[in-house]
Structures are given as C-alpha cells and as structure tokens.
C-alpha cells in the first residue's frame, strides 16, 4: 500500500524534474532573443512584440515528458498546447478492433480536462496549466485489458501539482470499451466500499484518515465514488487521485480488493480467476486413490463424488491412462486431479536419472493428452522415492495421514471404519481404485464424510485452502 502511493508521487517528481531540465536547456538561446527583444520594444515599439515568447517556447515539447510503460512499445498521442495550458495524453495502440475505442476514450479524456482547466485562472509566462497523461496497460483473462492513466496535473503558479487517474476496460476480441455497469452488478459498490474502508484501515500511516467526512463520504457504496478501477492478477485496483479520499498531500493511493471479494457481483469475468469451490472455513479432507484407474470400481467412486459435489485425487498408472481415458475424462470434469504414479508402478529409488524421468514424464504426457493439463503432482509407488528421484522430480511427493490398507484387507467395512473412526480436518487417505471392496467402501466414506460436514477436495485444493507451500522433491503428508 505504503509502496504504491510512494510510486505515485515518485513519478510526478521524475516528471517535474524533466520538464526543467529540458526546458532550462532549449530555453537558452531563447532567453537571449528575448532579451533583445525586450530592448528592442521598449526602446523601439512598446511591449507588443512580447507575446512572441510563446509562439517560441510551445513547439519545443517543453509540456510534456512522457513515461512509457516497459511492456508497451506501441502509443500514440494526443497534444493540445496553445498560451494557456498544455495537455497531452499518450494512449497504448492494442489492436486493430480496440484502437478506434482507445483513440476516442483518449479523445475524451482530453477534453474532460480541458474543461477542467477553465477553472484556473491563467498563469504567467511558463505558469501555465501542464497536464501529462502516461498509460500503463495491464492484460487480464483471456481477451481484457486495464489501461491506467497516471494524470500529472501542474496548475499555475502550481497551486497544483498532483496525480489523478482515468482508467478504461476493453475487450480486445471486439474492441468494446466497458464501464463498471457492464462488468458489475448494483451490489459491486456495497463490496468495494467495505474492502477499500477495510484495506486503509489496516495501514497505520492512512488509518486515522478513515474517519474523515472527505474518506467517508467518496467511498460511500455508490458507483460514482470507484470510477477509476483495473485488474491486475487476482486483484481488483482501485485507484483514488490525490485529495479524493485523503489529503492533497497524502498523493494519490491505490487500493487493492481480492477478486474473490467481488466475483459474485461481476457480469462478466474480465480476469480469469476461478473461484474456489470451497469454503475454507469449513473442514475438508482429501481421498487419494491410487494405482488406476480401473472403469468398473473408479466409476461407482466417481458417481459418490457427483452424488456429494466432492473431488478426489486419482495417482494414477501411465499404462493404464490410455485404455481409461474416458474414465479420466469424466473425473477431470468432476473436478478431481490426476495425480502421477509412474508407469508402471516403479520403485524409483532403485531406477537411474534417466529411467526415473522416463518414468515421470510419459505419466505426464498421458495424462496430458486426455485433460490438456499438466499433473502436478507425484506420488512414489511403495513409498520409495530415494535421492536422485527425490532431486530431479521438480514436482513434490504426496504421502498420507490415513493409511487404510484396502489392498491388503479388502472388507469394505474395515475400510470405511479405519477412515471414520479418525479422520479429522486436513487428513490425506490412502485408498486404491482397483479394488471392488474399495469401491464399495468409497461410497459409503463418501457419503458419510459429506453428511459429517467434510469437504471432499483434491490434494491440491487442501493444500491452497490451508496455505501449505508445496516443495518438489519433498513429501507432504497432511495439512493439519
Ligand atoms: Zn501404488
């Protein structure tokens, strides 16, 4: 937070110091004209002749120093400069559908400001009024982009010298430009009120700003109040001029909102975010079943799953891959993850580099081929991973917390009671799918875990609801 408003008033310095740096520079012969000038109509004809100063000074690009973002090369620009104030906006050039909307956004930016303008008194000499509007571009989803404009604003006399924002939404595939309505519905401003009140609040040095009537009334939920806004990875940014909602002096601030916090207002989803499909405040465990997939007992597993809308976590057989991939298919749309066993259910601590990454990657491509992702996650059949595999595998290991010896037993009811008599919040359980006993003991697990108010999530789901950091090559076992 801190960090972003710093950048705000860092840039205006940077641009400050441009302008008379060049303007000191391109000035200096001028200067001297002018001086002769000035001899000259006093002695010669009066001081009419001074009002060409101006027309010197307004071609040198003295007005504006514009900063480029790294990641956008192409830009054009729009420049009004005459006597009394200065304004330019560069704009981002995306693509032959957007370009036209960018242009005419741009177009009225412009005159927004010059109409803002009219309000100062005009300056003297180089006091007039300078505007400078840099871009910054921001890709997000499949087809969006955010466009920043970071507005330098320079009054006479520099009674103002500050940041302001516009911001602008597009769809690239069809060159729309998109305002909050289209992208949110009414309760967005209920939700960006809380989480920018919330967000400010948590900074000690913005804190006791928030019980300002200025704060308090332009982040009252109404639309108006959070025109400015951008998306950037799995955040919402909104961005707020200085002396919006703090003091000039505070510069200009931008606040950041979880997507996760509006996504249920969003329209449209401009980001690309997937929401979670649970809820990290409740239980959860993940059932792992490994040596499959096998059709007639991964089904009825799968079939329990959809019955409860859980997942499960399949550490499957390269070999096997091919001749299941129906059955694959249908998990994959389930929700549940498709974890690596080896091809062929290899003891990896006795096999060679290459042996062991032959293993690995044919697993991955197999998978790959039916689900178009890439399994994230290995398992080591026999629990025997050893040192080359455990510093070449560049994905982590996945152990467990529940052992229930299905293979070895299979009696349902042995299985389903070495799960339901400990099982607790955060548990892996080790099952395998190729047994009919296990299916049957599935079901019932299933059933009653879902009933018991558990969530059934993939590994990977446990592991992000709980915050736990996967490390390749290491074993994980729970996340209690
Ligand atoms: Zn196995």
């Known amino acids: ?273 997937t929401p979670p499909k649970y809820d990290v405040n409740s239980p959860m465990v993940a059932l792992t079943f490994d040596d499959g997939p096998y059709a007639p007992s991964t089904s009825r597993i799968l079939d329990a799953l959809e019955k409860v809308g859980g997942r499960a976590t399949f550490f499957v057989l390269g070999a096997r891959v091919g001749a299941e991939a129906e059955t694959i298919k249908r998990g994959d749309q389930l929700g549940c993850e498709y974890g690596n066993h080896t091809w062929n259910h290899a003891n990896l601590s006795k096999l060679s580099q290459d042996m062991i990454l032959q293993e690995i990657n044919s697993t991955n491509d197999a998978i790959k081929q039916i689900t178009g992702k890439d399994s994230l996650l290995l398992r080591a059949p026999y629990a025997e991973i050893g040192s080359v595999a455990s510093s070449i595998a560049g994905k982590p290991f996945i152990g467990w917390s529940i052992d229930t010896e299905d293979w070895m037993k299979k009696d349902s009811q042995a299985i389903i009671d070495s799960v339901l008599t400990e099982i607790a919040d955060g548990d892996i359980v080790l099952m395998h799918d190729l047994y009919p006993s296990t299916a049957v003991a599935a079901e019932t697990i299933i059933a009653q875990l879902s009933q018991r108010g558990f969530q059934l999530v993939t590994v990977s789901e446990l592991m992000a609801a709980k915050g736990k950091t996967l490390v390749p090559g290491k074993v994980h076992y729970h996340a209690k």
């Open 1 to 273: 937070m801190t960090k972003l408003a710093t950048f705000a008033s860092g840039s205006r310095r940077g641009l400050y110091i441009n302008k008379r740096r060049s303007r000191k520079k391109s000035l200096k012969p001028f200067l001297f004209i002018v001086v002769l000038l000035l001899i000259a109509a006093a002695i010669f004809a009066g001081r009419g002749k001074i009002a060409g100063y101006f027309e010197g000074i307004k071609k040198d690009e003295f007005a504006f120093s514009f900063n480029s973002p790294q990641n956008w090369n192409e830009y054009s620009e729009i420049c009004e400069i005459n006597k009394k104030f200065a304004v330019g906006i560069r704009y981002p050039l995306i693509n032959d559908a957007t370009n036209k909307a960018i242009e005419n956004d741009s177009k009225q930016i412009v005159d927004e400001l010059k109409s803002e303008i009219k309000q100062f008194k005009t300056g003297k000499g180089e006091n007039r009024t300078v505007y400078t509007a840099d871009f910054s571009v921001v890709p997000s989803g499949e087809s969006f982009v955010s466009v920043v404009y970071s507005i330098h604003r320079v009054s006479p006399l520099r009674e103002i010298d500050d940041i302001q924002y516009r911001t602008r939404i597009y769809n690239t595939a069809t060159g729309e430009s998109l305002t909050g309505e289209d992208i949110f519905n009414e309760n967005f401003a209920v939700a960006v009120s809380h989480n920018v009140t919330e967000f400010f609040g948590k900074n000690p040095q913005y804190a006791p700003e928030t019980y300002t009537p200025l704060f308090i009334d332009n982040t009252k939920p109404k639309v108006e109040n959070f025109r400015n806004f951008s998306f950037s990875g799995n955040n919402l940014l909104i961005h707020f001029g200085a002396g919006e909602i703090f003091p000039s002096d505070m510069g200009a601030v931008i606040a950041q909102v979880p997507i996760s916090e509006v996504f249920s207002d969003m329209k449209i989803n401009v980001t690309g975010f």
